[in-house]
């Protein structure tokens, strides 16, 4: 499973554990998960952040290149429902708005062991049908 | 340390300074008229040694006031410049070709709150998407 | 010769569109450096104007991600400037030690990415393994390994148990040996010292020009360090010195961070031995903030973080100003990366250490066809060539 992974207006902690999830101590790369470079070869988006106005123009624009089918995944509490950001004026979120979400796993950030267990749930989920 | 800091800025502005405002030994607010900035903010930068650690515009309702935050850092101490705009036509010369550090500060306070730097040499928008309408400034109290 | 620019990517795989920065190059060498943000703008001193103090400190945690605490000691230090507030001595400890373990934290992610963009994976991979104990740590004694909500005015929200004080010690102690290794993988290695040394020079004209700060500055032989500056917390209640170097350039920048780990290591164990001699309150319980101004500050892992506050005496701030340390080290880029290498493009970006949030991708687009150049994930590939190539060089 190939995931790519796209910050939208994120603090960024969900992104550091999504790489923290693919060393050696949690090895992502076990469960077959692996983090491409290019949209055209992804199987899933691992989305995380708020998404500001400038970040959603993107993100429409990557979900059109992107193979479908294509899944999301949203990753933190502001991918989820934008959550302190909800109010704010530069604010376009949250991701279920843009484009369809699969699935949603919360936390701020949520832990490597949570992130895996949400893409390995997901899969799980793929594969009975 | 500080006492000298203030000694000093009072003495070669003792004719242009509003009020002064002790709020401890290591945060003092010193208020100049707009037309003065440019010449506070180059001494203190070019013959004090001061650093422009950053500039907070605020819409008081009544007017635009702007903070010129410099450090002092071998004695630890922030003197902040304030001065007031009108809301109207809030404009001020930039002081960007004083210290190159302020580009940024400028085009935030230019784009968020509607102030014209005068001479600026690159007042684009910094933040906020291109798109953005004109004339709504996010953090006006409108 | 036909001018081209390339985009320079993120440090993890970049979509395709271009961002923030854009290198306009002629077969080498970088000219121009083009700027652009707002990609992460999320609006964060209007929303703190319709929050509660307490509200505001959790909300400017979330500034960024790695150094989040920073934002919170700033923010404390801001209101307590504020209202005048005396924090007991307990709790001054506590916000050393918090403060210090992010500065290990985050160092060593930055050193396992500067590895990464450098070739040297293995280095990328071992920092990054140093850095799981921190994180464990700070779970343990603050409940999350990152976003620890550990700060409020007046003290902090949690004390460090007895118990927990082993452990920690512990696990600052365990670092040591693996800085060593790093010291000297870094320091003593003589295709780093090609790769990196005369790279990105960034002088102290301009660094006082740009008001650059943190590692940046104290690269270039500018000692300004808010913790001996202007200090709070704990810093001057325990034995620690100030990291500079004078070169100015990536490898200067690299050895500040990593001779900063080890006098972070030094504070946390100074506020450790206190903790365990000075008993009583964490926290000044703190009830109202009057009408007044107050800025606070934090030498966060890259450099002061800078807050304003005023209030009018309710419960909400009039105004909240947060003036992240990335705002005035990245367009520094400006002088390090224009006159370089397209691939040492990548590592000079990275040298400043910036917040992802603070900062963003980059981009490069030919000027010429209009075509999009290399991607970012082709610029780091570059940066890891060079490395390769230095070291070909040099095995005789």
Redesign the interface.
């Known amino acids: 499973m190939w995931v ?17 999830a693919l ?3 949690f090895d992502l790369e076990r469960f077959g998960i692996l ?5 055209r070869h992804a199987d899933v988006i691992l989305a995380t ?2 998404i ?4 959603a ?2 993100l429409k ?2 979900y059109e ?1 992107a193979p479908k089918p294509c899944l999301v995944v949203a990753v933190g509490s502001c991918a989820c429902s934008m959550c ?2 909800r ?5 376009a979120g949250p991701f279920d708005g843009l484009v369809p979400v699969h699935a949603y796993i919360p936390g ?2 949520p ?1 490597p062991e949570a992130i895996i267990m949400g893409v390995v749930k997901l899969v799980k989920a793929l594969r009975k049908g | 340390m500080a006492e000298e800091i203030l000694a000093r800025i009072k003495d070669e502005f003792s004719k242009k300074i509003l009020k002064v405002f002790e709020k401890s030994s290591r945060r003092i607010y010193i208020d100049f008229d707009a037309k003065d900035i440019p010449e506070v903010v180059s001494f203190l930068f070019r013959e004090m040694g001061g650093r422009l650690a950053t500039a907070t515009g605020i819409d008081t309702r009544k007017n635009i006031e702007i903070l010129y935050h410099f450090s002092f850092d071998s004695s630890g101490t922030i003197i902040s410049l304030r001065t007031l705009i009108d809301k109207k036509n809030p404009e001020i010369e930039s002081v960007t070709p004083i210290i190159k550090g302020a580009e940024w500060i400028e085009r935030e306070m230019h784009e968020l709150l509607g102030v014209n730097f005068r001479n600026h040499p690159n007042l684009k928008r910094l933040l906020l998407p291109e798109d953005w309408p004109e004339r709504k400034y996010p953090l006006r109290r409108e | 010769m036909a001018k081209t620019i390339i985009p320079v990517g993120p440090y993890h795989p970049l979509q395709e569109e271009p961002e923030f920065f854009k290198l306009l190059v002629e077969g080498e060498k970088v000219l121009e450096l083009e700027i652009e943000l707002g990609y992460n703008h999320r609006g964060i001193e209007k929303i703190a104007e319709s929050k509660s103090y307490d509200q505001v400190i959790f909300l400017v945690e979330r500034v960024c991600g790695i150094c989040s605490t920073s934002h919170p000691i700033a923010s404390v230090n801001a209101l307590e400037d504020l209202a005048g507030i005396r924090v007991p001595e307990r709790a001054l400890y506590i916000r050393s030690i918090i403060g210090e373990m992010e500065r290990l934290h985050s160092h060593l992610l930055w050193l396992g990415l500067a590895g990464h963009f450098i070739g040297y994976n293995t280095v990328w991979m071992w920092a990054w393994k140093y850095r799981e104990p921190v994180l464990d740590i700070f779970e343990r004694i603050t409940g999350n390994r990152q976003h620890y909500a550990m700060m409020k005015v007046g003290g902090v929200r949690r004390d460090i148990e007895s118990d927990d004080i082993p452990g920690i010690w512990k696990m600052v102690d365990g670092l040591l040996p693996a800085l060593d290794m790093f010291k000297g993988a870094v320091m003593d290695d003589p295709v780093i010292h090609a790769r990196l040394k005369g790279v990105g020079i960034l002088t102290k004209e301009d660094v006082v020009a740009y008001g650059a700060v943190g590692p940046t500055a104290r690269a270039s032989g500018v000692a300004i360090d808010v913790r001996k500056d202007d200090p709070y917390a704990a810093y001057p209640l325990v034995d620690w010195q100030v990291i500079t170097q004078e070169e100015g350039d990536v490898f200067a920048k690299a050895v500040v961070r990593i001779l900063e780990m080890y006098e972070s290591i030094k504070i946390v164990k100074g506020c450790l031995d206190k903790l365990k001699l000075v008993g009583g309150e964490i926290d000044a319980k703190v009830k109202e903030i009057p009408p007044g101004e107050g800025i606070g500050r934090h030498e966060a892992p890259r450099g002061e973080v800078f807050h304003y506050v005023r209030s009018d005496g309710s419960n909400r701030p009039v105004r909240y100003k947060v003036r992240a340390p990335s705002y005035m080290n990245v367009p520094t880029n400006q002088k390090s990366v224009v006159g370089g290498t397209v691939s040492d493009a990548t590592i000079t970006l990275a040298a400043v250490d910036p917040c992802y949030c603070c900062t963003e991708r980059v981009a490069v687009v030919d000027r010429k066809t209009g075509r999009k150049g290399l991607t970012g994930q082709e610029l780091i590939k570059l940066s890891q060539e060079k490395t390769l190539r230095i070291k070909k060089e040099m095995v005789v």
């Open positions: 790519f992974h796209f910050a939208a207006a994120s603090c960024n902690n969900c992104d550091i554990e999504i790489l923290d060393t050696p101590k983090l491409v470079g290019s949209i952040g708020a500001s106005h400038k970040a123009v993107r624009r990557l290149q302190i950001f109010d704010s004026y530069n604010m701020c950030p832990k």
